[in-house]
């Protein structure tokens, strides 16, 4: 019998949104690979994963929340590209974010783009099934 145990990494996400006259927007955001994702991170210690979600809306969106959900609205098993262009399972607990603003200098404005799109766009526009189908579900 092997002894090879299966970890499945944890990230929490943030599932940022805005109500528009047309309806309701989210805001993607590229990742290292330029694919269109939430942002999103590692667990912190000494913080919730909701407060982690949205420390990672504002490192990698410039993201001032107005509200955080305590619990996550999601809890998606996808997997995460390794530098090594492997990939590995992931279980992401997605936290929706209330944007209050939006700030143009924030830690990684130089490293990604962002944009607001509406939720059905979203769906089709996300590099990732399981965000797709969050989205689509929506």
């Known amino acids: 019998p092997s002894n090879d145990t299966c970890e499945v990494a944890f990230q929490v996400a943030a599932f ?3 109500s528009t006259d047309a309806g309701r927007e989210v805001l993607l955001i ?3 690979e330029d694919r269109w994702i939430f942002p999103k991170g590692w667990p912190m210690k000494g913080k919730t994963d909701a407060q982690a979600a949205a420390i990672e809306a ?3 969106a410039g993201v001032k929340s107005e509200s ?3 619990e996550p609205v999601a809890r998606l098993v996808t997997t995460k590209a390794k530098p090594d262009g492997e990939t590995e399972p992931l279980i992401l607990d997605i936290y929706e974010i209330e944007v209050a603003t939006l700030k143009d200098r ?3 404005a130089d490293k990604r783009k ?3 799109v509406p939720l059905l766009t979203a769906a089709n526009e996300v590099d990732d099934p399981a965000m797709s189908g969050f989205l689509a579900a929506l």
């Open 58 to 60: 504002w490192e990698e």
């Open 106 to 108: 924030y830690p990684e």
């Open 68 to 70: 955080v959900t305590s």
């Open 16 to 18: 940022c949104v805005r």
């Open 30 to 32: 590229t990742s290292s």
């Open 114 to 116: 962002r944009r607001w």
